[in-house]
C-alpha cells in the first residue's frame, strides 16, 4: 500500500498539469511522484517557429520535499552554449534557497524561459562553415534543433545528393532499382529534415565570411609551422612517416599466374642485362629416392596449375551435413 502524498506536492502537480497539459510528464514510483520532467522554450507568443533554443528542466522530488529543495538537472540543451547554462544554474540555486519550504517547480520553469526569452538566438558555430551566428545571418532551425546558416545548409545537402547520386552510379543495373532514394538529413545527428534547397541557396552568405580579414601568416602561425616541421623530421629519423617520396618497399598487391607470366615475358624481352648467375650448389649424396621423385612423368617434375581457381568441391559426400542444416 503507497504512503499518502503530499498535499501540497498534489495541489502543485495539478496545477502543472492544467498549465502545461502535455507538456508535462509526472514520473511515479508506487503511486508517489518522483520525478517532474518538462521541456521549456522561449516566449514568442503562437509563433512555433521562433523558438530557437529550449531546454528540458527535470526535477526530482526528495523524501521531504517542499521543505527540502528539490535536485535540479537541465538536460538536452538546444541552441545555448556553457555560459548561458551556467547562469541559469546559478539563477536556479539562489532561487532554491529563497523559496525554502514551498513549491518552487512552476517557479523555476518561468525562470529557465525568462532566460531563454533573452537568448533567443542560436549561440556557438555553425558546424558546417565555422562562423558563429550574429546579427544579420539568414539562419535555419531544423526540427532537431540544430542550426545553421541557410547557405550553408543548401550547400551541404546539394553536395550530399551529389556524391550519393556519384555511389549510385558506380552500382550495377539491379542494385540501382533497389537502392532507396537519397534523403535530407541534418549534419549534426541524421535525423531525416525537408527543406527547400532552392530557398535556402538563395539566402546570403554568413555575414562573418564576408567581413573576416584575409588570411596572413602570423607569428603563431610560423611558430606552429616551426613545430610541425620538427615533429615530422624527427619522425622521419625514426622511420615512421609514410606519404609523399617515400621509399620503402612497395604495398602487398595480389597477382594473378597471367600476370606472373607477363611480368617475366616483359622482363626477358626488355632487360639486356645477363641474368645473374645461380650460387654454386654444396655437394649432396645421392639418394635413390630423390633421383626417382624428380624423374621425368613423376609428380615432382609436372609443372604448376596455372588454372583458373574454382574454390573448394561443395558436392554433398555421403554422411556429411549440408550447410545450413540443424547440427
Avoid at 492544467?18 to 514520473?27: G, H, N, R
Avoid at 517547480?105 to 525562470?111: A, R
Avoid at 551566428?133 to 532551425?141: L, N, P, R, S, T
Avoid at 532499382?177 to 535525423?191: G, I
Wanted: aromatic share 6%; glycine share 6%; net charge negative.
Amino acid at each position: 500500500m503507497s504512503a499518502p502524498v503530499d498535499e501540497r506536492i498534489s495541489d502543485e502537480i495539478e496545477a502543472l498539469e492544467a498549465i502545461l497539459l502535455d507538456d508535462v510528464v509526472i514520473k511515479k514510483v508506487d503511486g508517489i511522484p518522483k520525478i517532474i520532467e518538462t521541456v521549456v522554450h522561449p516566449s514568442t507568443g503562437d509563433d512555433v517557429d521562433q523558438q530557437y533554443v529550449c531546454v528540458t528542466l527535470e526535477v526530482k522530488l526528495t523524501p521531504k520535499y517542499p521543505e527540502d529543495s528539490p535536485d535540479v538537472a537541465l538536460r538536452n540543451p538546444r541552441g545555448l552554449d556553457d555560459e548561458t547554462l551556467a547562469t541559469i544554474n546559478s539563477q536556479i540555486t539562489k532561487r532554491l534557497k529563497e523559496c525554502a519550504g514551498q513549491s518552487i517547480v512552476f517557479e523555476l520553469i518561468e525562470l529557465i524561459r525568462e532566460n531563454l526569452t533573452e537568448s533567443n538566438l542560436p549561440s556557438g558555430q555553425c558546424v558546417i562553415c565555422l562562423y558563429g551566428f550574429v546579427e544579420g545571418d539568414i539562419f535555419i532551425k531544423t526540427k532537431c534543433y540544430h542550426y545553421f546558416h541557410s547557405h550553408c545548409l543548401a550547400s551541404h545537402l546539394i553536395a550530399g545528393e551529389k556524391y550519393y547520386q556519384e555511389e549510385l552510379d558506380k552500382l550495377p543495373n539491379w542494385q540501382q532499382v533497389q537502392a532507396p532514394p537519397y534523403k535530407q538529413t541534418c549534419p549534426v545527428c541524421r535525423c531525416h529534415v525537408s527543406c527547400d534547397v532552392e530557398a535556402l541557396k538563395r539566402a546570403p552568405h554568413p555575414v562573418e565570411s564576408t567581413t573576416a580579414p584575409p588570411f596572413s601568416l602570423t607569428a603563431e602561425l610560423k611558430a606552429l609551422q616551426k613545430h610541425m616541421a620538427a615533429l615530422l623530421a624527427r619522425q622521419i629519423a625514426r622511420g615512421g612517416v609514410v606519404g609523399m617520396g617515400d621509399t620503402g618497399p612497395p604495398p602487398l598487391t595480389i597477382t594473378t599466374a597471367s600476370d606472373n607470366e607477363d611480368e617475366a615475358t616483359n622482363g626477358a624481352t626488355c632487360s639486356t642485362a645477363p641474368p645473374p648467375k645461380p650460387p654454386a650448389a654444396r655437394p649432396a649424396v645421392k639418394d635413390s629416392s630423390s633421383e626417382r621423385d624428380s624423374a621425368p612423368g613423376s609428380p615432382q617434375a609436372r609443372a604448376p596449375y596455372k588454372g583458373p581457381y574454382r574454390g573448394f568441391n561443395r558436392r554433398g559426400k555421403p554422411g556429411r551435413r549440408p550447410r545450413g542444416a540443424p547440427r
